[in-house]
């Protein structure tokens, strides 16, 4: 409905002046979403979508959409947690003591609970009705980088998937604050060695450098200081629960970043959170999540100074969502899926997995694709992009998309949606497909699609 009542006398000027009125002052209202900018908006944000997922967006505005996807976010997964991944742990992992062979068994008892951990999130992950949440929680899991590998404690990299999830639209101060208190985090960068006169600079560094700030703005001196200021910050090994050591802490007088005092774990993240570019780090990062198209200095500055007012990041994710940038055509096509993406995307636009058995090797193919959920590969995470592509991946990709193409008993239900080849094709290939896709019928649109390398990639 127009703003404005049209008189029929109004000269013709005045008429078009009152169109391009209403069009600047309501730019998203009067247009539903296409069905590829549907597509794009969930495929994006969480992973790649079924129709059925996608229809309730299309009678909205893309402002309203964002909106809508922002607020299905939940705090909390959606299926429960394996009752042995549960903290308090049900024994103390420690090797010491143990005879070879109890040895052996504990050992093959702690990676046995990391693949039921693998399981259990990529199961979540097809089955939630929340996929946003699931694709924060991946994203900060390649932020707050921890792996299993090195923690080798399948229950603490539970509880940190949590904390990640519980936090993925929260204030970034009490997110940070947060992972300082977090037992995996803690263990993996060895600050549960770090202690008064023989302090380990390792969280220090990660934690100025990765998480918050960027190489180049912080000091060595900046490092060793707050380095004296995580001492003392471990984790009980019979409960798995975060534990300061008041002896091991050194309660000094430090200086970070020209600021001098007996400064605890709370002061240092504000102190932290006054530099410059404690803003910038994040919104590039998440900027990038979400665009492929670079950020202009210009919108870096405006975005990283309203976070910076108060550091909440559901306002900054959806700026993003709502810059023309994310909506513009030449975006679609443009992020390489990661393995995860690949493999949950086909089986929430098929409802294919119903089975532990499906689920296990789902998480050996993505493992084998290079990424093995909890198992980054260093403190940086996964580099993304172009790097989940090599030759043999990419092959990978193919023969398993072949073979599922071929195979698959596609559900009933999905057929009774009736899309018409074209809409098949909008919802399964973001990009011009690579080969021909044969539209003789719905199934062959939908084979050839999966079997085309635009699918595969994009």
Not at 44 to 64: C, D, V
Not at 128 to 135: D, I, Q, R, S
Not at 259 to 273: C, M, P, R, S
Not at 382 to 400: M, Q, V
Request: glycine content about 6%; proline content about 5%; hydrophobic content about 40%.
């Amino acid at each position: 409905m127009s703003l404005f009542k049209v008189t029929a006398t109004w000269p013709v000027q005045t008429l078009l002046s009152l169109v391009f009125l209403e069009g600047f002052l309501m730019p998203n209202m009067a247009y539903a979403l296409s069905e590829a900018e549907a597509t794009h908006l969930l495929g994006r944000t969480g992973f790649a979508p079924s129709y059925a997922e996608i229809k309730p967006y299309l009678p909205l505005n893309k402002t309203e959409a964002v909106q809508k996807r922002l607020d299905s976010v939940k705090t909390t997964a959606q299926t429960a947690l394996p009752s042995n991944l549960k903290t308090p742990f049900s024994h103390s992992y420690k090797l010491k003591g143990l005879s070879p062979k109890e040895a052996k068994a504990l050992k093959k008892e702690i990676r046995l609970e990391a693949k039921v951990l693998q399981v259990w999130w990529l199961n979540e992950c097809v089955v939630t009705a929340n996929p946003m949440a699931e694709n924060l929680t991946l994203f900060w899991h390649n932020h707050f980088v921890s792996s299993a590998r090195k923690v080798r404690l399948a229950p603490l990299m539970a509880q940190q998937n949590i904390t990640l999830r519980q936090n993925a639209l929260g204030n970034y101060k009490a997110f940070t604050l947060a992972m300082l208190h977090d037992p995996a985090m803690l263990k993996y960068l060895d600050n549960v060695r770090n202690k008064k006169g023989q302090p380990n600079e390792n969280l220090a560094r990660e934690l100025l450098e990765l998480f918050t700030l960027g190489e180049g703005s912080y000091s060595e001196q900046d490092v060793k200081e707050v380095a004296r200021i995580l001492t003392g910050y471990s984790f009980n090994y019979k409960t798995g629960e975060y534990l300061f050591q008041a002896k091991k802490h050194d309660d000094g007088v430090k200086t970070i970043f020209g600021q001098t005092g007996a400064w605890n774990v709370k002061d240092l993240v504000n102190i932290i959170f006054q530099q410059p570019t404690a803003s910038k780090l994040i919104t590039q990062k998440i900027w990038h999540h979400y665009i492929e198209a670079p950020i202009a200095k210009k919108e870096l500055n405006t975005l990283s100074k309203n976070f910076a007012k108060d550091f909440e990041l559901k306002p900054l994710v959806q700026s993003i969502l709502n810059n023309p940038k994310f909506w513009a055509k030449a975006e679609r096509g443009q992020k390489i899926k990661s393995p995860v993406q690949l493999t949950v995307g086909l089986a929430r636009q098929f409802s294919l997995l119903g089975s532990g058995k499906a689920l296990t090797h789902l998480t050996r193919l993505n493992n084998s694709l290079g990424q093995a959920l909890f198992y980054p590969p260093n403190v940086k995470g996964w580099a993304g992009g172009d790097h989940w592509i090599t030759i043999e991946t990419l092959l990978k990709r193919k023969s398993f998309m072949s073979k599922m193409a071929r195979g698959m008993t596609l559900n009933k239900a999905i057929w009774q949606n009736k899309l018409s080849p074209t809409q098949w094709k909008t919802l399964l290939l973001a990009e011009k497909p690579v080969g021909k896709i044969n539209t003789e019928t719905d199934e062959k649109t939908v084979k050839t699609s999966l079997k085309d390398l635009s699918y595969q990639l994009y």
